[in-house]
């Protein structure tokens, strides 16, 4: 079987003079991460690579870097789209912030990203890593000296132990065979049930906890591929004056609150505003919750169907049970 | 001679126990089960010290918290004149001392990029000066770099003592802590016994060792005429940084990075004057009150961040670097953007590279 | 959230924020005051235009920052003034009432209703049942947890 990178790279080459811009990722600045690149030269197209360590969304850029509604030719934007990845493109389309003619996708089947920060934990002397892959229910790092397998488990982004879309929900080309999810639609909040088995008060200190850490860089917001308010997030501007420049709890919790009720039927759960945190603060649980709200209320799931309007931007004057 | 103690790994809580009745201990914990990333919080009991990596978020806080109330105000009615408001103010308070344990070399190193802006200037910043003169520097020998570290590249290096008030070198299953300095030399007598002669030598060799590393393979330390010639090539620094998302993460964990903002937060008749954390990666913070933006876009701030750390600074303050090669802005970025790789190649082509 | 100075507290007023649309429910309030009807003093009446301009952040801000009890009040679903204002209210304030004790919040604390204007029964009976509903509660714990970098010290000022 043909190496996934290599695959990339030529599906890429097949359709480039058709493209403006490609985006996809390449190696970061060590073995262990990869960082996003923008390829505009066919000859780059070498640096792209896929692997377990691709784990940001480059849907983020479409809104806020590209701005991707204005072409000036008819050439289109490459993408690479995991399965969580395209679930944003859609909602993009969706919210009618992106048009899907716009794109070539080529979508990747994903069996989950690496987290870095978990890997150290267990094995903090990693270095010289040549390859890391996925087999099986386990991740192989191989370095000049060995080859260590750690159990998926145990270091895969939280966004992925949970992931019920691991294949692409729109491509124009899937690399690889689609994959079954590691785990089934009962499972998937399970990461939410933890919480709510807390009492009420207990649940309000796990998050004055939590929420206590965060130094309000905004980092969640910006990695958001639905964060599309550009330079306007209502956390920033002084006039409406949401928040003050204090960093207490109340501020910082009520910043969390504004972030999560504004993707509340929107969020697709990628999970970047977690992966991004520096703090390390469980911050896509916030969305989950009020995903799973939607979900159960207005039987809606944001970023599975191009066609469906977000219900929170619509209503239904016969609407039943509220 | 100075004097040098041991404290062996399992007296190092009592120690941090006997400190902090003096003053308040900052130390390096984990920001919670599990995780992965490291902060500086005070000491209290039951607090576990974690000296084997770097914090993910620098110590900056401890003498330039993120939020800082520089005077509290409150409106008054005059009593005799119905018309006039009053206006209360009231100064901050004093701080206490405090003492940063385990802060490694680029950490403290940090800070002399702000003593030049806020302490040797034509003014003095008097909140900064206060809390600068009463925090010390336990700091450790750097043994543990990583692939984002480049302390050597900007001049300093992971046996470097400069502006730390205690050393700590691990040695065997515990810590030979010696004094550099006078306010260092008090706590000692605090902190614990006389060091072994083995102990002694063991750790002097261990500092040599260590000293003679060079951490980063490039030298960033004349960059400023690079980064001038190199500002408006846009394709450079579209090509280089148009992934960055702005998202002012690498300016918070920064140990050299300052930028504040000073606000006015009240609520009602009274309220606060506050200086809080500023970035220059922010949208805001170039943001002016006609509406016009001299950086309206995400590559332009990263540049500014570069320029500022590797050009205007050194042009202002001597030859200055104020970057200290911790790489944590590498590490946290959460698109993995390099600044060595950034400011290294300001002088050759990008394509050069490959 | 029980609390325990709830009985203590019972007496004493509560902080109750109601919104309420300029088109019935501020009408409706207005009714049961010109009638007469006994009310509770909890409530603290902010008119709003139509409640499709409730932003539930406003609820939100209003718990975080103080109130035991946050009420919106409009017009009938199908009655409203701009004909589909409350519709979209309705789902974005029913979203945010499940979401609350996911954050620690009692979901309790909010409510919402609908009254036009001519009903100032109504409105006293909702008014009534809320008040004792946030009395029986007692005043919100807010979000206040000692914050770590904070503890013990005399640092921050
Ligand atoms: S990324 Fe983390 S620290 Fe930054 S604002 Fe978001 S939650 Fe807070
Ligand atoms: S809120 Fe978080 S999980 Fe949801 S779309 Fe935004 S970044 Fe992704
Ligand atoms: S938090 Fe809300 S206001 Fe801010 S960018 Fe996201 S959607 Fe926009
Ligand atoms: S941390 Fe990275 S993405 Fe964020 S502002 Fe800095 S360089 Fe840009
Ligand atoms: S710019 Fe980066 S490497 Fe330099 S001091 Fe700041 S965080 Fe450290």
């Not at chain 1, 399965?83 to 048009?99: H, N, P, W, Y």
């Not at chain 2, 002399?112 to 020998?141: C, I, M, S, W």
Request: glycine share 6%; charged share 30%; hydrophobic share 35%.
């Amino acid at each position: 079987m043909e190496d996934k990178t290599k695959t990339l790279q030529r599906e890429f080459l097949k359709v480039f003079e058709k493209l403006e811009v490609v985006l996809g990722w390449e190696p970061g600045y060590d073995s262990l991460h990869a960082t996003p690149s923008f390829i505009r030269q066919a000859k780059d197209l070498n640096k792209l690579v896929w692997n377990p360590l691709c784990s940001q969304n480059l849907c983020t850029y479409l809104v806020k870097t590209l701005n991707a509604s204005v072409r000036k030719d008819d050439k289109k934007i490459g993408i690479c789209v995991k399965g969580c990845d395209s679930r944003s493109l859609v909602a993009l389309i969706q919210e009618k912030f992106i048009t899907r003619e716009t794109f070539y996708i080529v979508g990747i089947p994903c069996e989950g990203t690496v987290d870095w920060r978990r890997l150290m934990r267990i094995e903090p002397s990693l270095k010289d890593v040549q390859k890391v892959d996925i087999q099986g229910n386990e991740l192989e790092v191989e370095t000049a000296q060995k080859t260590y397998r750690f159990p998926l488990q145990q270091v895969l982004e939280q966004r992925c132990l949970h992931c019920r879309y691991p294949n692409p929900i729109i491509y124009d080309c899937l690399i690889g065979e689609p994959i079954t999810p590691h785990i089934g639609d009962d499972q998937a909040y399970g990461d939410i049930e933890k919480i709510e088995q807390y009492s009420l008060p207990d649940r309000l200190k796990f998050w004055e906890k939590e929420l206590d850490r965060c130094i309000r860089c905004y980092a969640c917001r910006n990695a958001c591929p639905l964060c599309v308010c550009r330079d306007s997030c209502i956390a920033e501007t002084r006039t409406p004056k949401w928040l003050s420049q204090r960093c207490d709890l109340k501020e910082k919790f009520f910043y969390h609150m504004i972030h999560a009720i504004h993707l509340a039927g929107r969020c697709t759960e990628c999970g970047e505003c977690e992966r991004v945190c520096p703090m390390e603060i469980p911050v896509t649980l916030i969305k989950k919750k009020l995903n799973q709200i939607v979900k159960d209320l207005l039987d809606y799931e944001a970023g599975i169907d191009p066609q469906k309007q977000p219900p929170l931007l619509t209503f239904d004057p016969g609407e039943k049970g509220i | 001679m100075s004097e040098k103690i041991f404290i062996a790994q399992g007296e190092l809580t009592a120690m941090l126990e006997r400190l902090s009745k003096e003053m308040d201990v900052w130390v390096p914990v984990e920001m919670g089960d599990e995780k992965w990333g490291i902060r500086f919080l005070p000491y209290h009991e039951d607090t576990i010290v974690v000296l084997d990596r770097q914090s993910t978020i620098s110590p900056k806080n401890v003498v330039f918290p993120q939020v800082e109330t520089l005077l509290r105000f409150r409106y008054q009615k005059d009593d005799n004149d119905p018309s006039k408001q009053r206006i209360d103010l009231k100064d901050r308070q004093d701080v206490s001392s405090a003492l940063v344990f385990g802060a490694r070399p680029c950490d403290v190193r940090g800070f002399h990029t702000f003593d030049q802006v806020f302490l040797n200037g034509r003014y003095k910043d008097p909140y900064y000066e206060q809390r600068r003169e009463k925090t010390l520097f336990a700091t450790l020998l750097c043994d543990t770099k990583d692939s984002a570290c480049f302390c050597s590249s900007v001049g300093s290096g992971p046996g470097d003592r400069e502006g730390s008030d205690l050393w700590i070198v691990p040695v065997d299953d515990g810590y030979v802590i010696q004094a550099l300095n006078d306010k260092g030399r008090k706590l000692i007598p605090i902190m614990g016994k006389q060091a072994t002669t083995e102990q002694i030598e063991k750790a002097q060799r261990i500092q040599e060792q260590v000293t003679a590393k060079r951490i980063g393979e490039y030298d960033l330390t004349r960059s400023a005429r690079d980064f001038t010639d190199r500002f408006e090539d846009m394709d450079y620094w579209r090509d280089m940084v148009s992934k960055c998302i702005s998202c002012g993460i690498c300016t918070f964990v920064c140990p050299t990075c300052y930028c504040f903002n000073i606000t006015d937060e009240s609520r009602d008749l009274e309220g606060e004057r506050i200086r809080s954390w500023d970035s220059c990666m922010f949208y805001h913070y170039t943001l002016e009150a006609s509406g016009h933006n001299p950086r309206p876009e995400k590559f332009e701030r990263y540049r500014n961040r570069v320029g500022h750390k590797f050009s205007y600074f050194p042009d202002t303050y001597s030859g200055m670097i104020s970057c200290c090669g911790c790489g944590r802005c590498i590490r946290s970025c959460p698109v993995s953007i390099d600044i060595r790789r950034v400011v290294h190649h300001l002088k050759e082509a990008v394509d050069a590279e490959v | 959230m029980v609390n325990s100075k709830e009985e203590s507290t019972t007496k004493k007023d509560l902080l109750i924020v109601g919104f309420l649309c300029n088109w019935c429910s501020y009408g409706g309030a207005d009714t049961a005051g010109v009638c007469r009807f006994n009310q509770p003093t909890d409530l603290r009446i902010i008119r709003i235009p139509c409640t499709g301009r409730m932003d539930p952040l406003f609820v939100v801000k209003a718990l975080i920052y103080g109130a035991d009890g946050v009420l919106v009040s409009g017009c009938h679903p199908k009655d409203c003034h701009y004909n589909e204002g409350n519709f979209y209210a309705r789902r974005r304030l029913e979203v945010l009432k499940q979401f609350l004790p996911f954050m620690g919040i009692h979901t309790d604390r909010f409510r919402y209703s609908w009254v036009s204007s001519s009903e100032g029964r109504l409105w006293q009976q909702v008014v009534t049942e809320f008040s004792e509903t946030i009395h029986g509660l007692g005043p919100n714990p807010g979000v206040h947890g000692e914050s770590d970098a904070k503890a013990g010290m005399s640092f921050y000022t």
